[in-house]
């Protein structure tokens, strides 16, 4: 781990520089893009019963939006103010008044009428409540009724019948690790977080190949670097304050590349509305764009690699980095092998980029004495999200762009909370300070007193999979405890999640506000329990950044539940009740309690202890992680590995489908309309050729399917790949397949492919013979 440390925030050029802006037309005026001023005028409006709070959120707390890690105005990477439509967004969430009794205790039948985002305006949930079978209200209980329903029945059940899930949606470090350390304290290694779904390939990837579980690099690297690659990502939409480091990267001369397969317009350009003249005039942000097929990146990283291999050849020195190879990594003569067998035709044809065009990509990379490769779900979402991220790897290795300023990889995390709930141990396969190994182990167990069981634990996918196993099955999933997160809207094939969801025994949902999840019946109960926010937390909280920035986010005075508590209270509480008799091995009394247990139990945490105030922060790691070359690794060396090419098969008039997200934070949608290209929910995006082809014209009802589902939708014609599609994510998960997940992360597919079709040719010859003998030539799987 590096020792240099992080040198505080940056300052921005004072004086414009017009070669960066969109159009001297000022605010972007009949262009279609964010509408900032608008929006936050909607946010104040929509706070105004509680304004005097929502201010001290926004300038005392720390960011529960994406994890960039802004703690009030400001950040570590650039002086001045920061804010966001992201962050402006959830605030409401903070602030909103208790659900109305009248409105919480109607009919069920009326609350499955609306959707997650009509529900989310209901308000806050006030106190526990309950729903048996039968039952069509929700019935308020109390706290000690609520935990003790849960506790007996976790006594009479195996403990893998048990599992706990926590999403990122503000949640502390310590939640985490209360939850993390509860879960084991009742037996169960059962425990999963929301990073199962996004990120979880890019720290198993890393830590295979480099040793690292974190981005190596911090978002000054940003600034002054020769490159930077956002690959399947798109930081304007997800991460919106990363686009006034991209404009400070911009001014220091940096190339923005982007690769994905629809050209992103606020990724081309975007209005930033913090600094005045791109507010103004906005700023061209990407330098060039890569249409890579969805799934191809891992072609064209080949590509990328065969071509370097080629000027080494003719010319030692020219495209890989020699020194760092031979001093720092492993593998290059196998990966060298593999790489140079590839064939040029299958390499073009599964990335969907000529072999002219790979070596454009290639000779910028070799001419750039840095780098910095940033990636989400994009790389991660796919059955070989791993291999993908090792592939990343293996670039920065093979150039040396790793350790050293304005050089690293970054998994840049979309969700406050998120980057911390791994290293909590709030996962099946980690423990605090290390993996889930027999060393580590035994190293918390003695911190911990008390057995943690050995057995693995499953994922979430898997968990809601075990629902529907045989009721004597030692792993038939029995309880289920959630801390937020929609599964119904989050995970592929919705309709059998749902029917997971029904057939646990108990499940708990510990939330602020209902979703539809919430309303799905169980077999014995539906227990609904009122989480605190961050800021709300008794004693102040903590989050981890991105760039491995451990905030402290204090109590903020004001706004409160009536019965809200703070998370780790109550799974502290549970643990209590279930086992009285130990419970003095579980009983933390305060916030700061916890932080002084995590101190002891990772390591690299050692000096959360001290955070306590208002501004408080230290970086894990120092400000690079591998610093010098050197990787956390055995033998200190990062692994170069050979990746094989994914078997990507797409019959002829057959279509690639990935989703996108809109004006949405996660599954909790903001608008019908994405601001960035004024595409609805519903609208297929589809290349003009596509389009010419099938003889869809633009806004026509079409349909897309394949054998896991049918999607309703109309055609929008925009500059995505040819051959690719794009649909809005959760509205497109009915044609995700079920059970496929990345065989080292676990992590679910979330691409798939697509017949697509006129509605009106599709509901023609809708008999069960045509549509069979569709899907039976599709053989929609990528695999």
Known sequence: MGKTKHQGPMKLPKTPDPKHWVSMVPFGLGKVKPKHIRDTAKVVWDNKDNLPYATRILTQGVCDGCALGVAGLYDQTLSGPHICTTRLNVLRLNTMPAIKDDILFQDIDELKKMNSSELRQLGRIPYPLSRKPGEKKFTRISWDEALDRV????????????????TARGITNESYYAAGKVARFLGTNNIDNAS????????????????????????????????LVFWGSVASNNQPVSTKYMYAAKRKGTKIIMINPYREPSMDQYWIPSIPDSALFGTKLADDVYQVNIGGDIAFMNGVMKHWFEMEQKNPG???????????????????????????????????????????????????????????????QHRFGTDNISQVANLAMLRGFLGRKHCGVMPIRGHSGVQGSGEMGADPFVLPGGDFDEKNRKRVQKLWRFEIPDWQGDIVGVTLENAVLPEDHERK???????????????????????????????IHQDIILNTSTLVDAKEE????????????????????????VYFSPEIKGHRIEEARSEWEIYVDLAKRVKPYKSELIDFKNAQEIRNEIAKSHPMYDGIQHLHKKGDVFQWGGAWLLEGGVCPTEDGRGNLLPIVLPELRKPEGHFYVTTRRGKQFNSMIYSEKDPNNNAGRYDILLHAKDCEELGIKEGEAIVAYNKYGVYHGRAKVDDTKQGNIQVYWPEGNVLIPKGVYEQYAGIPEYNTAVVVEKAETFHAKKDTKYVERRIEELETELS
């Open 526 to 549: 539906v227990i609904v329990l009122p989480a605190a926010t961050r800021y709300e937390q008794a004693g102040g909280g903590t989050s981890t950044s991105t760039e491995r920035m």
């Open 196 to 227: 199962r779904i996004c990120h979880s390939p890019s720290k198993t990837a890393l830590k295979r190949s480099l040793g690292i579980g974190a981005s190596s690099c911090n978002y000054q690297d940003w600034i002054g670097t020769d490159v």
């Open 151 to 166: 506790a007996g029945k976790i006594k009479t059940i195996n403990p893998k019948q048990l599992a706990f899930f926590l």
């Open 318 to 380: 020219s495209a890989i980095d020699r020194r760092f190879i031979n001093e720092h990594t492993n593998g290059f003569n196998d990966l060298k092998g593999h790489v140079e067998k590839q064939d040029w035709s299958v390499l073009e044809k599964s990335s969907g980029l000529t072999k002219e065009r790979m070596l454009e990509f290639a000779q910028l990379l070799a001419k750039s004495k840095s780098g910095v490769f940033v990636w989400s779900m994009g790389l991660t």
């Open 477 to 507: 999933l029995k309880v289920f405890y959630t801390s937020g997160g929609n599964f119904l809207e989050t995970m592929p094939d919705p309709a059998f999640v749902e029917k997971c969801l029904q057939n646990v025994d108990i499940r």
